[in-house]
């Protein structure tokens, strides 16, 4: 599958902004997806899960709260919608596709085995 993340962009603190990650060239439906990021300086890390269904969701603690993933396998199209942002948000967002039978929701970037190109946000306090 390959995974084309979009919608970042320059928002101000308190701002919204909704990220979204297009398929193709396999079924979406067979994969979990996942939101990571990688802030200046920082190690990628993970921010959000759906399982294959949407049934399922996991988040980190950073985006608890504030963050909603969510797909439409229909558009074969995964979301990540961010509110109440703030300047430690900023970061290059990537989705990324994990192959599953099942609602499993991977949380390891080791277990996600096709990747976006990632897109930038950056919140301007």
């Known amino acids: 599958v390959q995974l084309q993340a979009f919608g970042g962009g320059l928002v101000q603190a308190g701002g919204s902004l909704r990220l979204s990650c297009a398929a193709s060239?396999?079924?979406?439906?067979?994969?979990?997806m996942g939101w990571f990021r990688q802030a200046p300086g920082k190690k990628r890390e993970f921010v959000a899960a759906?399982?294959?269904?949407?049934?399922?969701?996991y988040y980190a603690d950073s985006a608890k709260g504030r963050f909603t993933i969510s797909r439409d396998n229909a558009k074969n199209t995964g979301y990540l919608q961010m509110n109440s942002l703030d300047a430690e948000d900023t970061a290059v967002y990537y989705c990324?596709?994990?192959?599953?039978?099942?609602?499993?929701?991977?949380?390891?970037?080791?277990?996600?085995?096709?990747w976006g190109q990632g897109t930038q946000v950056t919140v301007s306090s």
């Open positions: 759906i399982s294959r269904s949407g049934g399922r969701t």
């Open positions: 990324a596709a994990h192959p599953t039978s099942t609602e499993y929701t991977a949380r390891a970037q080791y277990e996600y085995d096709y």
């Open positions: 060239g396999r079924t979406f439906s067979s994969y979990d």
